[in-house]
């Protein structure tokens, strides 16, 4: 069984720089929004398929489910 701290580590450590808040409570179905750099300038798909790839294989098993929200962090203006 997972855990959303687990969930959080992985995701953090596989992509440098990124910031994520995983939700869920049965080990299973879990909740993901992550912000990181490297997300600018990608489609939508292409962020959600470097998130996923951090968990290859383990989609559709160990972890049933991972419903994602992804984006680049907001610039500030100078």
């Known amino acids: ?3 959303s701290e687990e ?3 992985r995701i ?3 992509i440098p720089g990124s910031s994520a ?3 869920g409570d049965d080990g299973h179905h879990f909740e993901a929004v992550v912000v990181a ?3 600018e300038g990608m489609s939508r798909i292409a962020q959600h ?3 996923y790839d951090v968990f290859e294989g383990e989609l559709g098993g160990r972890i049933h489910a991972l419903s994602l ?3 680049a962090p907001a610039r500030t203006s100078s």
């Open 1 to 3: 069984m997972a855990t």
């Open 7 to 9: 969930l959080k580590q």
């Open 12 to 14: 953090e450590t596989a």
């Open 21 to 23: 808040q995983v939700t």
């Open 37 to 39: 750099p490297q997300f």
């Open 49 to 51: 398929r470097l998130v």
């Open 69 to 71: 929200q992804t984006k």
